[in-house]
Nanobody
Framework: QEQLVESGGGLVQPGGSLRLSCAASGFTFSYYAMTWYRQAPGKERELVATISRTGYTTNYADSVKGRFTISRDNGKNTVDLQMNSLKPEDTAVYYC??????????????WGQGTLVTVSS
């Protein structure tokens, strides 16, 4: 069935790095734009970074520009989020999202279960 599975979360000290990965299965990955969202305790879910289905276009929240990099491998059906210079305010559950951008997808959205990132000394 259609599935997104995140991995790579954990505890890291301020200034450190983590790489999140999202593995997709059960659908045609290259038909979907991919986005990482996050939700901190007591806050609304927010967009972190998005990448077009071809990988040519990326966009980032202002709060992570210059520190995070989103990338995808359509051959491996994965999308990664490289997070550098992490700050305590980056602490959140990070979610992988797939959004269909072609008519054949019915423009549906899929979500992963989330992976927790904690930035603390």
């Amino acid at each position: 069935q259609e599935q997104l599975v995140e991995s790579g979360g954990g505890l890291v000290q301020p200034g450190g790095s983590l790489r999140l990965s999202c593995a997709a299965s059960g659908f045609t990955f290259s038909y979907y734009a991919m986005t990482w969202y996050r939700q901190a305790p007591g806050k609304e879910r927010e967009l972190v970074a998005t990448i077009s289905r071809t990988g040519y276009t990326t966009n980032y929240a202002d709060s992570v520009k210059g520190r995070f990099t989103i990338s995808r491998d359509n051959g491996k059906n994965t999308v990664d989020l490289q997070m550098n210079s992490l700050k305590p305010e980056d602490t959140a559950v990070y979610y992988c999202n797939a959004r269909g951008v072609l008519p054949i997808t019915n423009y549906r959205e899929l979500w992963g279960q989330g992976t927790l990132v904690t930035v603390s000394s």
